[in-house]
């Protein structure tokens, strides 16, 4: 994982996995405030857009169809 001051490194590929890995690892206190977020190997600074596509794509992998949820 990568420390405070860079985000948290999301794999694109593998955006859901990537992201329970890193929330496991992180305390209450830290998922309470902003937390910060880069997609491995892409340059870019998470300014919001970095942080909404992450949940934007996150939140359409988990409701498809592989997941089997609804």
Known sequence: MADDS???????DRITKS???H???L???H????IEFHFRDEPGIDAGGVRRE???LATKEVFG???GLF
Do not use: Q
Not at 31 to 34: A, E, N, P, Q, T
């Open 6 to 12: 860079e985000g948290l490194e999301i794999t694109r």
């Open 19 to 21: 992201l329970m890995t």
């Open 23 to 25: 929330f496991k690892m």
């Open 27 to 29: 305390s209450k206190n």
């Open 31 to 34: 998922l309470y405030g902003d």
């Open 54 to 56: 992450v949940f934007e």
């Open 65 to 67: 169809p592989e997941y």
